[in-house]
């Protein structure tokens, strides 16, 4: 047996505090010696945070990356585990996004990126150079390329990311240059259903490639990103870890890389592959390390976990059903990118919004709630709970047409959290607000709309909200879903309003399906009181959401079909028959006609909204997934 422990890190890194991200990698690093960690992987761009983006132009942010990675490997040096960490490095004309070989105190090697992502959220081209096959360059004294390393474990390969996801990454002739360890150094973004597209693929690149691949995960928000950690280690398509996710830390396993050289010896297809390989180009060049490594003698052969066997695997359940696994990954992520965002910045003193008794608010209050109780580690239990509603003030501001029953919802819901609840109404402004209004229209002139007097109500809340947040330091929460927010429903000036968009990027019917998810986890009546009133934003008598726009699983199966799928309108209404064969066909065809007029005319709209956190393939931020021209005319969809 060949036994080595892999130790996988999952980082909270923040962009550009490089001493506090090594601080924490310095701890983890410790942590995992102490453990007998043979071989420790951190995560991508884990020195100067992801995604850096543009500030990797600045030299002194590159410069500073190097200075820590140094650090790092002086504090280290007394250690015997191998790391590997993930930064900028800067090579004349070429900024490479690389991961940093470190072992003994000494930095021994470069691995640039060579699979860079231009897409979605991704705009790594946009300031990287690519690695490249056997490219061999110098950084300041310490190679820079493409190399595998030898030590007295095994043979090791390195990528970054994006690497991974292709099949014909550098992993292919790494392995085939006899890499038995492949460090994957990943900053993978939470979106809705990666984990078991993480897990499914790394699996198969393992299995495909007769490896051992080490996947480790940044942790934590930055901007709109949230990262949700989770490594992985799988040798050669067997699963050996899974590490926690949406939390920062490290898990470690045992294998035998002796099996992974009988695997290779059994599996005639991969030594088929391998021959053509060797026929057709030249091996990637190792270096071969002679310091010792850490001790191994005392690692033990990986038994199967408790209540599996070598053949079997647990009996027991799932906990949980694929649909309340993914509304609590998106729970947690969204609680983890407001603290985050919160913590990082450090701008803020409190959490604060406006709350109308409406589905929306409510989700955002409740998410706010987690983050908060994220934000108060060192409690626990009421305690903690406590102390998160401690620090959210939320305001209901009626109008002539708020409703009791929304104003009773909020106010139990406020009381089940603990959190400040305030009424302020807006009924007296309102007034002064037409009369203004009428006033700049001019004598004779035309009477307010009916939809400017909503939106007057709209933007006396959001005002009153920035005002308060002004004065105390607050972070006011915008409290829109991304379903209103594709076909404008919303008022620039009143609800798109706030400093961060929590849930801007989850479909109406997402946001109700959680709403139940945390009910039935939680049990707090004031979830039940707000989902028993009707959904509309009271700025008319008798208003309703999917009475003034489509019933709300359509209005989603659009925003799907034509955003996602980029089906024309007249394609989207074909889909829809499909999708609710017992709605009449032609009402189908004129709510998708409705929905493409408004969600193009709607555009200007989303550019003026706040930052908002990124949970899936789509969302609504221009800079991010779905970018399109706020100036457009639509003659391309046969209009």
């Not at 470190?102 to 705009?123: D, Q, R």
């Not at 059903?321 to 990082?344: I, N, Q, S």
């Not at 060192?378 to 104003?407: C, H, K, N, V, W």
């Not at 009381?415 to 006033?439: C, K, N, W, Y």
Request: aromatic share 8%; charged share 25%; with cysteine.
């Amino acid at each position: 047996m060949r036994l080595v422990k892999i130790g996988v890190a999952s980082v909270n890194a923040t962009v550009g505090a490089v001493r506090s991200n090594v601080d924490r990698c310095i701890r983890l690093a410790t942590a995992m010696a102490e453990d007998d960690v043979t071989l420790a992987v951190f995560p991508e761009q884990v020195v100067g945070g992801y995604a850096a983006e543009d500030l990797v132009q600045w030299q002194a942010f590159v410069d500073s990356q190097r200075r820590e990675l140094e650090r790092f490997a002086a504090e280290t040096a007394r250690l015997r585990t191998v790391f590997v960490l993930g930064l900028t490095v800067g090579v004349e004309g070429d900024l490479f996004n690389v991961g940093a070989l470190v072992h003994g105190g000494e930095i021994l090697a470069f691995v640039p990126k060579e699979k860079l992502p231009t897409y979605n959220v991704f705009y790594e081209s946009r300031v990287f150079s690519r690695g490249m096959p056997r490219m061999d360059r110098e950084a300041r004294g310490v190679f820079c390329g493409d190399r595998i390393f030898q030590f007295d474990f095994g043979i090791v390969a390195i990528e970054v990311c994006e690497d991974i996801w292709s099949p014909d990454g550098p992993m292919r002739r790494r392995c085939y240059s006899d890499a038995e360890i492949v460090c994957n150094l990943s900053a993978s973004p939470f979106r809705a259903g990666i984990v078991g597209t993480r897990r499914e693929m790394i699996a198969t690149r393992a299995a495909d490639n007769q490896c051992t691949i080490a996947y480790a995960n940044l942790v934590g928000g930055n901007d709109g990103l949230v990262f949700d950690g989770g490594g992985f280690v799988n040798q050669n398509g067997r699963p050996m870890l899974e590490a926690a996710r949406f939390r920062e830390g490290y898990a470690a396993t045992v294998v035998d890389l002796d099996r992974t050289v009988r695997s290779r010896r059994e599996a005639s297809t991969w030594r088929s592959d391998l021959e053509t390989f060797r026929r057709e180009q030249k091996p990637v060049p190792v270096q071969v390390m002679h310091e010792k490594t850490a001790d191994r003698s005392k690692l033990r052969y990986p038994a199967p976990p408790p209540g599996t066997s070598f053949f079997l695997p647990s009996a027991s359940l799932p906990a949980k059903t694929p649909r309340d696994e993914l509304l609590d990954d998106f729970h947690d992520a969204l609680a983890l990118g407001v603290a985050d965002y919160y913590r990082k910045i450090g701008a803020f003193r409190r959490i604060g919004l406006a709350l109308s008794g409406g589905r929306d608010s409510l989700l955002t209050l409740l998410i706010a709630h987690r983050a908060a109780e994220l934000l108060h580690p060192e409690l626990e239990g009421a305690a903690r709970r406590e102390a998160a509603g401690r620090m959210i003030s939320a305001f209901y501001m009626p109008s002539r047409y708020s409703s009791d029953a929304t104003q009773n919802a909020a106010a139990r819901i406020c009381a089940d959290l603990g959190v400040s609840f305030m009424v302020v109404p807006i009924e007296d402004a309102f007034v002064r607000e037409l009369e203004a209004t009428r006033t700049l229209l001019g004598p004779g002139g035309p009477e307010p709309t009916e939809l400017t007097k909503q939106n007057v109500q709209a933007r006396i809340r959001g005002q009153r909200m920035w005002n308060w947040s002004n004065t105390s330091g607050a972070l006011f929460l915008q409290t829109g879903n991304m379903s209103e927010k594709a076909l404008g429903y919303t008022t620039v000036g009143g609800d798109l309003e706030g400093a961060f968009s929590v849930i801007a990027n989850l479909p109406k019917t997402v946001v109700i399906a959680m709403l139940e998810r945390l009910e039935k986890r939680f049990g707090y009546p004031g979830i039940r009181a707000t989902l028993e009133t009707t959904a509309g934003p009271e700025l008319a008598a008798n208003q309703s959401g999917e009475a003034e726009l489509m019933p709300f699983e359509v209005l989603d199966a659009c925003l799907y079909l034509y955003g996602a799928e980029k089906l024309a309108p007249n394609e989207v209404a074909l889909a829809l028959t499909s999708v609710f064969p017992d709605r009449d066909p032609a009402t189908l065809t004129a709510w998708a006609e409705k929905f493409a007029r408004l969600f193009t005319q709607s555009i200007f709209k989303w550019v003026q909204s706040p930052l908002a956190i990124h949970l899936g393939s789509l969302d609504l931020d221009r800079e991010r997934a779905l970018q399109l021209p706020v100036v457009q005319r639509t003659e391309w969809k046969g209009e």
